[in-house]
């Protein structure tokens, strides 16, 4: 199993960039699937970002062209790269990690706060 770590997140002004990464312990990190989530104040929490144990990504409609998200095997470690970002971006941001297409999201990490200020 793996154990998810956010770390990156903090306050930047609109139009900026935060790059969040999430490090993961374990020796089979290159089978795991991994999700990044957010949950805003008083909203449920949302998928933003996947990238498979393949190298296959899929992005929330709202930030594709603006987040981009990769995986280092080697570094154990998954990045979520966020430009032009807006204050509806504000939120907690969370790591996830799975195996398997249709496996649930098994491990989360604490999540990183992200604030976006106009």
């Known amino acids: 199993q793996v154990q998810p770590v956010e770390s990156g997140g903090g306050l930047v002004q609109a139009g900026g960039s935060l790059r969040l990464s999430c490090a993961a312990s374990g020796r089979t990190f290159r089978d795991y699937d991994f999700g990044w989530f957010r949950q805003a104040p008083g909203k449920e929490r949302e998928f933003v970002a996947i990238?498979?144990?393949?190298?296959?990504?899929y992005f929330l409609d709202s930030v594709k062209g603006r987040f981009t998200v990769s995986r280092d095997n080697a570094k154990n470690t998954v990045y979520l790269q966020m430009n032009s970002l807006t204050p509806e971006d504000t939120a907690v941001y969370y790591c996830?990690?799975?195996?398997?297409?249709?496996?649930?999201?098994?491990?989360w990490g604490q999540g990183t706060q992200v604030t976006v200020s106009s």
């Open positions: 996830a990690a799975k195996i398997g297409e249709y496996a649930k999201w098994d491990y």
């Open positions: 990238i498979t144990w393949t190298g296959n990504i």
